[in-house]
């Protein structure tokens, strides 16, 4: 069946879930039934990132969802990044992915295909670091996508963090009961809160999330292998 195809079916199936239901079924369908296309852009993923590393080792994979950045041609996040953390990108490959838009609302036919690509990239291992609104990250949350950032955060980082008014971002798991309902399992510090980033406020970086009340967030996904370079971009991101 073509992509496009593929697509409109699965878009039909979503149209009347809420955005929760609407990833959980992409998961549950993805994990247990591995469609060709999911199964796909997986074996892509997994080919694309073991060619990266028997060429050059990754330094670090970030994804930013929604952010005023993939509406721009340069990438200022990464190119301050790499100044700050001194990344020899001769030796190193780096990505800060921007191009993630996700409707909250809708199912079109973008949302669906970029949902479905989040999804295969946590699964080949891909991501090292999330940042975007609350409302989005919630959602990968409640599927338990993220580590425990109380358990990779050296405490005094933690504390300098939380004196510094940087707020702890908590995840909740959700899990289907037996009636089909989605009920909370488990509640764990995932991130923190970027709100009060001169940094990326300077950047407008979230600049059209937050005018919707929404807050940025970064949180560390649970496949994540550079953790130490991730907690570089978090001190650079608050001026820590």
């Not at 991501?127 to 409640?142: F, M």
Request: glycine share 4%; net charge negative.
């Amino acid at each position: 069946m073509a992509l496009k195809d593929e697509i409109n079916r699965e878009t039909v199936k979503l149209k009347d879930m809420t955005f929760k239901k609407k990833a959980a079924y992409i998961w549950e369908y993805y994990k247990f039934h591995i469609i060709g296309v999911i199964a796909a852009v997986v074996f892509v993923c997994v080919f694309i990132r073991d060619l990266r590393m028997n060429k050059r080792p990754v330094y670090l994979d970030v994804v930013l969802l929604n952010s005023d950045m993939a509406y721009r041609d340069d990438n200022p996040l990464q190119d301050d990044y790499v100044k700050y953390a001194g990344v020899d990108t001769r030796a190193y490959n780096i990505s800060f992915d921007t191009a993630f838009l996700i409707s909250e609302s809708g199912t079109d036919q973008m949302t669906v295909a970029n949902m479905q690509k989040l999804m295969a990239l946590f699964a080949a291992g891909s991501i090292d670091v999330i940042l975007g609104p609350d409302s989005l990250v919630d959602t990968y949350g409640n599927l338990d996508a993220f580590a425990d950032i109380s358990e990779v955060i050296p405490p005094d980082l933690q504390q300098r963090l939380l004196d510094s008014g940087y707020e702890m971002y908590y995840a909740t798991v959700y899990e289907e009961d037996k009636n089909g309902e989605l009920k909370p399992v488990s509640t764990y510090p995932a991130g923190f809160y970027l709100d009060d980033s001169d940094y990326m406020n300077s950047l407008g970086v979230f600049a059209t999330q937050k005018a919707l009340g929404k807050r940025p967030v970064f949180a560390l996904a649970s496949c994540c292998t550079n953790t130490d370079n991730a907690l570089k971009l978090l001190k650079m991101l608050t001026g820590l």
